[in-house]
């Protein structure tokens, strides 16, 4: 990617944090009506090739399925609650493709985040699928593409494979020797850390290799401003409650 970095500092959480369904459609528009501008959210494939949202490898959690989401068809997963589990007032709530988020990214000139979030075994051919999409889904918004980022560094090589255009970026939650080799190999644009990792050296680090900087999940103030003082480019946060999103 070249230019400038594009994307908000504030970005909402799988939608909107913990006040509605993550990963659905009913999270990124309470995020929206927050203010934020940017969303991040969990993608993986269907057993019939359709991108849509979970975080989970299994259902059980956050619909009313049982078994691996990546086992069921698309239309299987079409007809699951996956907004009751959280409260009576997301009743009803769908499973999102990556379709529908990307009309409705689109439509209101939001960005976006999408975490490649492989079902285990599916890594290399998920994130060939993802980027794939999603460089057909945004083919006539070059100027509001998404960023794929994964903590697995094979879905981030398929993606590389298929959609080079696309801006990726490696997921760590422990740092680890190499990382700043591992993430310019997979030629991303940025690493996103878990925020207890970001310190003045790791920025450093990473300023010095040519990376973007973001940070997950950031739900405290004195979190934020530490991350904002070092000067991150990204904050990850479940609490668009709280954060305004215009703030730093």
Known sequence: MTGDWPYPRWIAHRGAGKLAPENTLAAFRLGAAHGYRMVECDAKLSADGVVFLLHDATLERTTNGSGVAGDKTWNALSQLDAG???SRAF???????????????????????????PTPGTEGATGLAVA????RLWSNHPDRL???????PEALAGALETAPHLPRGL??????????E???????VAVVFNHALWDA???????????????????DEWAAQRLLDLGLDGIITDRVDLFPPAEG
């Open 132 to 135: 794939r999409a999603a460089a």
């Open 171 to 180: 997921l760590l939650d422990t740092l680890r020797d190499g990382w700043r």
């Open 146 to 152: 998404p960023l794929l980022t994964s903590f697995q």
């Open 91 to 117: 009743a009803g709530e769908p499973l999102a493709t990556l379709e529908g988020v990307a009309r409705h990214c689109q439509a209101h000139g939001h960005w976006i985040n999408i975490e490649i979030k």
């Open 84 to 86: 009751r589990w959280h």
């Open 182 to 188: 591992a993430a310019r190999s997979l030629d991303c």
């Open 201 to 219: 050296t790791t920025v450093a680090q990473a300023k010095a290799a040519g990376l973007r900087t973001l940070a997950y999940t950031v739900n």
